[in-house]
């Protein structure tokens, strides 16, 4: 059973940092890349950034680039999200998930149990 756990969020102030972390189980996680998606309140979930495990090739969306650090540790299967220098308008509910991810997209794997459950990221002005 694939299972993906995020934590890491919480209230942060608009220049601060966060660290998110993606726990998975379940799959061969060194095969694999990992999206980080993000919600904001009425509006449609977008991807934020991605990961290769097996190469360690990594993917950001322009609002974030310079500010997000996507890593993993493949040794204890997690992903991390590590946000600098965030802004109101980074906050949303953050989500992981196994995905497929090139330069020009993200593209989850179908079936719900690929998703976690999320984590809320708030920034305040």
């Known amino acids: 059973e694939v299972q993906l756990m995020e934590s890491g969020g919480g209230l942060v102030q608009a220049g601060g940092s966060l660290r998110l972390s993606c726990a998975a189980s379940?799959?061969?996680?060194?095969?694999?890349?990992i999206a980080w998606y993000r919600q904001a309140p009425g509006k449609e979930r977008e991807g934020v950034s991605c990961?290769?495990?097996?190469?360690?090739?990594?993917y950001y969306e322009n609002s974030v680039k310079g500010r997000f650090t996507i890593s993993s540790d493949n040794a204890k299967n997690t992903v991390f999200l590590q946000m600098d220098s965030v802004k109101p308008e980074d906050t949303g509910v953050y989500f992981c998930?196994?995905?497929?991810?090139?330069?020009?997209?993200?593209?989850?794997?179908?079936?719900?149990?690929?998703w976690g459950q999320g984590t809320q990221v708030t920034v305040s002005a």
């Open positions: 990961i290769s495990n097996r190469d360690g090739t990594t």
């Open positions: 998930v196994v995905a497929m991810c090139y330069d020009g997209g993200y593209y989850p794997l179908t079936g719900g149990e690929y």
């Open positions: 379940g799959l061969p996680f060194d095969r694999h890349e």
